[in-house]
């Protein structure tokens, strides 16, 4: 039995192109069917060709035989970095008994352009046409010969603005690039190698230019927000095989029209006329003499980094589920689930005929399409068609958030087949599954894995619908720990902790919204109406939690390190603003959305405060601060102290009385042991009290079910997941859900819609509970010790009317699986799968003894027995437990 080394990965990709870091980070995983399999060492191999690494030969680096169990986070230790070099790299390891296993298949990553004067292009766009309020996207082009023997060559491209590059007529890159940063600080840039592209003779390179979040449309903040109009620079570098170079660069000798794109944005949708389209525009053969000069801008003064986030795709397509023929004329199509991107559409027809796709996620009660809740976005995209054969429209740098399509305008009678739901999100690989018994628990999990499908669009956006579409701090801290059971979010959020940090305020306050794009001036403005809090808690703490989120489940400290002090200004701002270490009351979206129940700003404010104090300290620990992890430590234990002081009455009554004050002082340390267990007992009798249901807004929410569970109480957890009535979870599915919705009440029975101000019925917040149900329904937790899930704490709850559970996570290491099932006889078993390399804790409820597994004759560790449960400490393999004294239903 052998070890094999799989999926070698690069700052958590595959063979990534054009890293800008000095220290890019290596990942393996082992594989291994002997139980227990560790590594002990390893060897990595760098240099700039296989033939070289076939010699064992690493020009770059040879780490030597490396002593350590680390497959994840190996720094780069060989020569310095150059630019633009290609680095292919491999590794062997051996295990604890000195077996030594295959090198792995070779992996690769590039550099990208390291400083700036790489970048020999200028910005270039065009014109605005002159009265006109929505633009159409600029399409630009070069054309240019190149001699034969072309060894390699990669382009570089960025935009103020999105873009859709082509190379002789090929669409090269992914959807809209370079994704959304606070363009004022920095832009991202994208590598292509477009070398089995290019040709000896004539080429050329053509971009279509969308205003995207630069100078489009960004929520309800308006237009123009970071420039007037879109720019594009690109660096293409062509290697020959003599040695030599060639560069084409974006200048002012290239050209521009406008093309068939009337205007497309992403609040506004789009219009295409396709007789205006210019045929094969981005090849060399194309005639450009009457295209127009660009217009070259100044400069720009931000960084220009290489792409950190993962690039936006579309990642599936969604056929229609109904057809119905409004008495209007038009037809409504249904997609059998809300959904975010856009539609193509397929169409035969004369000339000039002009077909409307209109989305909405809900129809009203008159079967019309509702598009009340979209505030002031125009979900409409319009197409004018040539009469030339079959002809497929789908827009270009507009987004929608729907489940319903109107077609007005078709030509006949459209099919299902005329219409394809085409989903669109960051690239976030699936990293969890999981199933139960229970049909509406697994629709509820379906509903918030599509809730992260339709908003994490280079930002973790709080909707898609509606003019709103900003990266709220709370809602991504709230759900980052579901969103990472679900996929792998590791670039994502490592790129949106750079878009806090951008917009954190002199005074360390951390923003509500980022990229800011000008909330915070917006709520400045609206001062006047009483409506400004320069912090918001719960918010702002993302700074935090997030960051200790990605060191929790990937076992990434560089995200520690370079943002400690960031972090660090944030808790000295909310010490310095409070009073005797209690926050003011101005935090006003307070536990946004909770539902009859209102928890004082006060208190959330100085909870929060408490746990960023809390988090500070055990990052503080991680890298070694002693000193500072004491500091926060105590800092923490005084907030506590004051917390309880301020608003804990002898009675264990916590001020507001809510859900979440008991849940957010139970989860955050901020109560005695005696003071735990009135809490307890409050939180579970207003629970009770309410018959069985919940009253917790976004704050509370992620927290309540898990307040439960660790303090003897799995069954309320259950009873809440299952509720029907309404609030609930359920309540939604009952009647008809397919994503999370914003709120509650968003429609209810007796009231129909909420506000249509503000009800988007995909919104990912209160779908938190879905770290709930892998960490402890599935029991499928990381340990904060040994981070990244190297150690993996394995303790699954039955309860409810769930008889069996299956999960799976694909974490740095490989997957960890858990299933169980309750069987009617009260037999409970338990399977658990644990990747190579990596060692568990498992928990089976009660008396429990492995029946089948890597080692038959495991037994608990002695004296292991906790919180009535067997605790086994295992290796990798898979193992079969049973309980074997029936009668302990739960392990508390
Ligand atoms: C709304 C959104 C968002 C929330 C803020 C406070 O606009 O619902 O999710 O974070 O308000």
């Known amino acids: 039995m052998s070890i094999r080394i799989i999926n070698c990965k690069t700052e958590y990709m595959v063979n990534p192109l054009g890293l800008d870091t000095a220290v890019p980070r290596l990942f393996w995983q082992l594989e291994s069917e002997r139980p227990g399999t560790v590594q002990a060492a390893y060897r990595i191999l760098v240099g700039h060709s296989r033939e070289e690494l076939d010699r064992e030969e690493g020009t770059a680096w040879d780490s030597g035989i490396t002593s350590s169990g680390d497959s994840a986070h190996i720094g780069y230790g060989g020569k310095p970095l150059e630019a633009e070099a290609v680095y292919i790299w491999k590794v062997k390891v051996w295990d604890g008994e000195g077996r030594e296993s295959e090198w792995s298949e070779p992996a690769l990553w590039t550099m990208g352009l390291l400083d700036r004067g790489a970048w020999r292009g200028k910005w270039i766009g065009r014109k605005a046409e002159p009265g006109v309020q929505l633009q159409p996207p600029p399409y630009l082009r070069k054309s240019f010969k190149l001699r034969g023997g072309i060894r390699r060559a990669v382009a570089y491209a960025t935009a103020l603005g999105i873009y859709e590059l082509q190379v002789n007529g090929h669409r090269v890159g992914d959807r809209f690039a370079p994704g959304w940063t606070d363009y004022d600080k920095r832009v991202q840039y994208q590598t292509y190698d477009i070398t089995d592209l290019l040709k000896a003779g004539g080429n050329a390179v053509g971009v279509i230019l969308g205003d995207g979040w630069y100078s489009g449309t960004v929520g309800f903040l308006g237009k123009s927000v970071y420039g007037q109009r879109p720019f594009f620079l690109l660096q293409l570098n062509i290697d020959y095989e003599d040695g030599s170079r060639e560069s084409i660069a974006t200048d002012g000798t290239w050209r521009t029209m406008r093309g068939p794109i009337a205007y497309s944005d992403m609040i506004q949708g789009e219009a295409y006329d396709s007789r205006l389209e210019l045929g094969d525009w981005s090849t060399a053969e194309y005639g450009d003499e009457a295209w127009d000069k660009p217009d070259v801008r100044a400069g720009y003064n931000g960084l220009i980094v290489a792409m950190v986030e993962p ?173 990472s059971y679900n996929m792998d979010v590791s670039r994502f959020f490592t790129k949106y902790v750079w878009d806090m940090i951008d917009c954190q305020q002199p005074s360390g306050a951390f923003t509500d919204v980022a990229p ?204 809440l997941l299952t509720q029907e009535e309404f609030p609930s979870w359920m309540y939604s599915i009952k009647h008809g859900a397919t994503t999370i919705w914003e709120r509650w009440d968003g429609w209810t029975e007796e009231k129909g819609f909420q506000t249509p101000s503000m009800n988007s019925f995909n919104h990912y917040s209160l779908g938190s509970v879905g770290e709930w149900m892998y960490r402890y329904m599935a029991g499928i937790e990381a340990d904060p010790a040994s981070p990244g899930f190297k150690h993996a704490i394995i303790r699954p709850r039955p309860g409810g009317r769930l008889t069996w559970v299956k999960a799976s996570y694909e974490s740095i290491y490989g997957t960890i699986s858990t299933e169980w099932q309750m069987e009617p006889n009260g037999v409970f078993k338990l399977q658990v799968s644990i990747p190579a390399n990596t060692t568990a804790d498992v928990y089976v409820p009660g008396e429990a003894a492995l029946v089948n597994g890597a080692e038959p004759g495991i037994s608990p560790i002695p004296g292991g027995k906790q919180d009535g449960c067997s605790l086994f400490r295992l290796g990798s393999g898979r193992y079969v437990f049973e309980r074997i004294q029936a009668g302990i239903p739960h392990c508390y």
């Open 516 to 719: 800011d794009a000008g909330w915070i001036r917006h709520k400045m403005w609206n001062t006047r109406l009483n409506w400004f809090a320069p912090d918001n808690s719960g918010w702002g703490d993302a700074g935090v939690i997030i960051p200790w989120t990605l060191y929790l489940m990937y076992g990434d400290i560089r995200v520690l390190e370079r943002h400690y002090d960031a972090m660090a200004r944030w808790v000295q701002y909310l010490k310095q603003n409070s009073d005797g270490l209690i926050r003011p009351d101005y935090a006003n979206y307070a536990d946004w959305l909770s539902i009859g129940a209102d928890t004082p700003n006060e208190v959330l404010a100085t909870a929060y405060f408490a746990y960023s104090a809390k988090l500070l300290s055990r990052i503080a620990g991680v890298l070694g601060k002693r000193e500072d992890e004491r500091t926060y430590d105590e800092l923490h234990a005084a907030v506590a102290d004051a917390f309880r002081g301020a608003f804990v009455d002898g009675s264990g009554r916590i001020h507001g009385d809510t859900q979440t004050v008991y849940v957010l002082a139970l989860q955050f340390g901020l109560l005695t042991e005696q003071l735990r267990n009135k809490a307890i007992d409050r939180l579970v009798a207003d629970i009770r009290g309410r018959g069985n249901r919940l009253s917790t807004g976004f704050l509370g929410v992620g927290y309540l079910l898990p307040a439960l569970t660790d303090n003897g109480h799995t069954e309320v957890a259950y009873d």
């Open 311 to 483: 690039p936006v795709r579309i990642t599936q397509t969604v056929k229609p589920v109904s057809v119905r023929k409004t008495a209007a004329g038009s037809y409504i199509f249904d997609m059998g689930q809300n959904m975010v991107g856009w539609t193509e559409v397929r169409a035969s027809g004369a000339w000039g005929t002009r077909i409307t796709l209109s989305h909405a996620e809900m129809l009203s009660p008159d079967g019309s399409l509702y598009l009340d809740n979209l505030r002031k976005a125009v979900q409409q995209d319009h197409y004018v068609m040539n009469g030339e054969g079959e002809e497929r429209y789908e827009p270009h740098f507009t987004f929608h958030g729907f489940r319903y399509v109107e077609v007005t305008g078709f030509p006949g009678v459209p099919g299902l087949d005329d219409v394809t739901g085409k989903v669109i999100h960051s690239d976030t690989p699936s990293a969890g599954k999981l199933e139960t018994s229970d049909e509406m628990v697994n629709k509820l999990y379906s509903n918030i894995t599509w809730g992260q499908r339709g908003n994490f669009l280079s930002v973790p956006t709080d909707c898609p619908q509606r003019d709103e579409r900003l990266g709220w701090t709370g809602d991504a801290q709230i759900f980052a720990r579901t969103a």
